[in-house]
Nanobody
Framework: QVQLAESGGRSVQTGDSLSLSCDAT????????MAWFRQAPGKEREFVAA????????YYADSVKGRFTISRNNAKNTLSLQMTSLTPEDTAIYYC??????????????????WGQGTQVSVSS
C-alpha cells in the first residue's frame, strides 16, 4: 500500500493560481488510479480529479473542469494538481488518494485505499 504526502497548499487570493503536489513516500503509483479530493469545513469530502493508470485518462468534477489540471509522473511517483482562477469556493483541505476503482466508482472516496494527510488551500476574496 503506497504512502502519500501532499504539499503546496497556502493562502491565496481570488483569481490566483496554485499548484499542489503529492509524492509517494513509500511504494509507487504503479497500477493505481490517482486522485485529488477536497473537504471544506462542515462539508463532505468531494471528488476533484483523477488520473487512471490504464491509458492515463483524466477525469474532473464539473466545478473544476477547465480550471484545474491533474497530471502524474509515474517514473518519479509524483501527482500534481494545477489550479487556476481560484475562488473562495475552492477553499478546502486537499487530499491525494490512490486506489483501483472501477470507472463508474471513480468519484467515490470509499474506493481509494491510500490517502495523504492533506494540504490546506485558502482562497480569500
Amino acid at each position: 500500500q503506497v504512502q502519500l504526502a501532499e504539499s503546496g497548499g497556502r493562502s491565496v487570493q481570488t483569481g490566483d493560481s496554485l499548484s499542489l503536489s503529492c509524492d509517494a513516500t513509500n511504494g509507487s503509483f504503479y497500477g493505481y488510479t490517482m486522485a485529488w479530493f477536497r473537504q471544506a469545513p462542515g462539508k463532505e469530502r468531494e471528488f476533484v480529479a483523477a488520473s487512471r493508470w490504464s491509458g492515463g485518462r483524466t477525469y474532473y468534477a464539473d466545478s473544476v473542469k477547465g480550471r484545474f489540471t491533474i497530471s502524474r509522473n509515474n517514473a518519479k511517483n509524483t501527482l500534481s494538481l494545477q489550479m487556476t482562477s481560484l475562488t473562495p469556493e475552492d477553499t478546502a483541505i486537499y487530499y491525494c488518494a490512490a486506489g483501483n476503482p472501477i470507472l463508474s466508482a471513480l468519484r467515490m472516496s470509499s474506493m481509494y485505499r491510500s490517502w495523504g494527510q492533506g494540504t490546506q488551500v485558502s482562497v480569500s476574496s
